[in-house]
């Protein structure tokens, strides 16, 4: 199975971190993260039922991101710690689009004891050149609600420019909320980096 064996040796690494896709060995790690910090997580997430912590659900999580991944479409990573090897959040390169748009849209999540020590900003240290000199995108977006002021944060320090307020876009907590919206460009992640 070629597909299934370049899943398995994908991966963006750095000396301290590495970003893979999640593996059915991953589940009861993700799921004990989760757990733990279901309360921070919440706000800024659609809501979870108890069957979405099952295996079974994560069996048929992981099938579809491997899909997804095999299609072009997304690719959903685990972020991992190196040493010592510990799951500490995951960040998504989702909505992958081609042909005249040449974009996609970040989503992320960061496991609480983990939040606020640089693990997401490293996460994106290697995901934003994946996204221009691999996958060869245009644009990349990200959205946040309004009050998630560290959220906005880490995207200004990554580079991204706030664009507008996306009204009612999504449904986090049960609730449609507004967003602002983010994007990193090409050639702005190239004038940084020169």
Not at 121 to 146: K, Q, S, T
């Amino acid at each position: 199975m070629p597909g299934a064996l370049k899943r398995r040796r994908f991966a963006l690494e750095s000396d301290e971190h590495m970003l893979r896709l999640p593996r059915m060995s991953d589940f009861e790690d993700w799921r004990a993260l989760r757990m733990r910090g279901r309360s921070f997580l919440q706000p800024w997430e659609p809501l979870w039922s108890v069957h979405d912590m099952s295996e079974a659900a994560f069996r048929k999580r992981v099938a579809r991101l491997n899909r997804e991944y095999d299609s072009g479409t997304s690719i959903q990573l685990f972020i991992f710690m190196r040493k010592p090897e510990m799951l500490v959040g995951g960040i998504t390169i989702g909505l992958i689009r081609r042909g005249v748009a040449q974009m996609c849209m970040l989503g992320y999540w960061m496991g609480e004891e983990y939040a606020g020590k640089g693990h997401m900003f490293a996460a994106l240290g290697l995901v934003i050149p994946f996204v221009f000199d691999e996958l060869r995108l245009h644009r990349i977006e990200a959205a946040c609600i309004p009050s998630n002021d560290r959220s906005a944060s880490l995207l200004r320090k990554a580079g991204f420019t706030q664009e507008g307020l996306l009204r009612k876009y999504l449904r986090i907590n049960g609730v449609w909320q507004d967003h602002y919206i983010f994007s990193l460009l090409r050639e702005d992640f190239d004038a940084n980096t020169n």
